[in-house]
Nanobody
């Protein structure tokens, strides 16, 4: 099994910053892409940012220039630095990882439990 544990959410004023972390553990052979998604009340889950094992990144247009995704492959951890936060960034943020498991080698789409980010105006 594979577990993703997120941390770093909370309440922040508009214009502030937060850093989310997500650590993967368990029967991991390798991790391909890792990413962050978010879901606001009444809305569908959307991709915020993603990063490949080689470090290539992509971002939702709404967060470009404000959020930065990074990862530490040695620690199986992905980060999301969020700056200049806006009230519309308020959502539950979910970590995602495309994992190749140990014996047998199976491709697994793993999700964290979610962490709430609230941005007050």
């Amino acid at each position: 099994q594979v577990q993703l544990v997120e941390s770093g959410g909370g309440l922040v004023q508009a214009g502030g910053s937060l850093r989310l972390s997500c650590a993967a553990s368990g029967s991991i052979f390798s991790i391909n892409a890792m990413g962050w998604y978010r879901q606001a009340p009444g809305k569908q889950r959307e991709l915020v940012a993603a990063i490949t094992s080689g470090g290539s990144t992509n971002y939702a247009d709404s967060v470009k220039g404000r959020f930065t995704i990074s990862r530490d492959n040695a620690k199986n951890t992905v980060y999301l630095q969020m700056n200049s936060l806006k009230p519309e960034d308020t959502a539950v943020y979910y970590c995602n990882a495309v994992v190749i498991t140990n014996g047998p080698e199976v491709r697994l789409d793993a999700w964290g439990q979610g962490t709430l980010v609230t941005v007050s105006s």
